[in-house]
Nanobody
Framework: VQLQAFGGGLVQTGGSLRLSCTASGRSLSRATLAWFRQVQGQEREFVATIRPSHSTIYADSVKGRFTISRDNAKNTVYLQMDSLKPEDTALYYC???????????????????WGQGTLVTVSS
C-alpha cells in the first residue's frame, strides 16, 4: 500500500484547509485510517482516526475543529481543518492499518502504512 498526502499550505489563524490522502496498491475499505502530525523535535502526535465502520475518534486538541472522513470508492481519507490555530502548525501524515485494535488506535507505532508528510503552517 502506498499513501500519498497532499493539501497542506500556509493559512492565517482562523482559516481552513483540507488534507487528502490517496492510496494505491490495495483497497482501504477494511483499513483503519488516521492522521498524525509532528513538529520538529517532538514525537508524532495523534490527530484523528476513522475506522472501516466510519466511527471516528479525535484528539482533544482538535475536537470540534477538525473532521476526518473517508471515501472508499476513491480510496481516500480526508482531514477537514477549520478554525486553525498557530499551534496546529506541523507536518501532517496519513496512516493506515488493517489489523489495529481499538486500544492502540492512537499509537503511531501501530500503523504499518504511512504517507509522506504535508506541511501545514498557520500564521498568527
Amino acid at each position: 500500500v502506498q499513501l500519498q498526502a497532499f493539501g497542506g499550505g500556509l493559512v492565517q489563524t482562523g482559516g481552513s484547509l483540507r488534507l487528502s490522502c490517496t492510496a494505491s496498491g490495495r483497497s482501504l475499505s477494511r483499513a483503519t485510517l488516521a492522521w498524525f502530525r509532528q513538529v520538529q523535535g517532538q514525537e508524532r502526535e495523534f490527530v484523528a482516526t476513522i475506522r472501516p465502520s466510519h466511527s471516528t475518534i479525535y484528539a482533544d486538541s482538535v475536537k470540534g475543529r477538525f473532521t476526518i472522513s473517508r471515501d472508499n470508492a476513491k480510496n481516500t481519507v480526508y482531514l477537514q481543518m477549520d478554525s486553525l490555530k498557530p499551534e496546529d502548525t506541523a507536518l501532517y501524515y496519513c496512516a493506515a492499518d488493517f489489523n489495529i485494535i481499538l486500544s492502540s488506535i492512537g499509537r503511531a507505532d501501530q500503523y504499518n502504512y504511512w504517507g509522506q508528510g504535508t506541511l501545514v503552517t498557520v500564521s498568527s
